[in-house]
């Protein structure tokens, strides 16, 4: 046997050998792939995608923003917000929306830390807030991931309203708002909607006519 033909016989033989192992750890895992796929398939649920980092206390305390609003017992309407929790992004703690929001009529700000158009229109809505007084609730609805980008966005902005972190997107999704921002949803005080607004505000003139045909309250 020449010594080309004896290297060509060597080579697939460890070829083949290493077939063997792949096939044979296929078939090991097979079993244990096929369990934990039966599993998620009776229970529903899928593979958890991992969990936000913690939000250091400094960066909620630098962005210095006005807590959220607390339930007040008022009556709510059929509002499809309801069963909505999220987190207040001023402390972490969970906000149940309609609980919370109920009383008086409010605006639903939905941004997010890339949005421009969001970044000239939450000073904007501060300004009004401020108008408005206790006559009506502005919350800022951050409506994608990271917590920390949110509240650094806020903070540069010098932006001090009420928020919630929204990364699933659960307020545009309960209001069937198209997936662009901002958007501004107005709710009356049972918390039913009263307009989607699909547009950024251009001045706070802007916003308190709105509101004012919308809702009737002027500021």
């Not at 706070?204 to 809702?215: F, G, M, P, W």
Request: hydrophobic share 50%; net charge neutral; glycine share 6%.
């Amino acid at each position: 046997m020449s010594a080309d033909a004896a290297t060509g016989k060597t080579w697939w033989r460890w070829a083949l050998a290493a077939v063997i192992v792949v096939v044979a750890a296929a078939v090991a895992l097979w079993p244990q792939l096929s369990k934990d796929s039966a599993k998620d398939a009776a229970t529903g649920s899928a593979t958890a995608p991992p969990s936000e980092p913690a939000v250091a206390e400094a960066d909620r305390a630098g962005a210095a923003l006005t807590a959220c609003p607390q339930p007040s017992g008022a009556p709510v309407g059929d509002s499809p917000l309801r069963g909505i929790t999220l987190n207040c992004l001023a402390d972490g703690k969970p906000v149940d929306l309609v609980a919370a929001l109920a009383g008086k009529p409010a605006l639903l700000n939905l941004w997010a830390y890339w949005c421009a158009p969001c970044a000239e229109e939450l000073p904007l809505l501060q300004q009004f807030s401020r108008q408005a007084g206790d006559a009506l609730t502005v919350l800022t609805v951050h409506s994608d991931q990271g917590t920390a980008k949110a509240l650094s966005r806020l903070t540069a902005l010098g932006v001090h309203l009420p928020g919630v972190q929204d990364p699933d997107g659960k307020v545009r999704t309960a209001v069937h708002a198209p997936a662009v921002l901002p958007i501004s949803v107005l709710l009356r005080a049972d918390g039913t909607v009263a307009k989607v607004v699909v547009r950024p505000f251009t001045s706070v003139e802007d916003i308190s006519t709105t509101v004012a045909a919308e809702l009737g309250v002027r500021a």
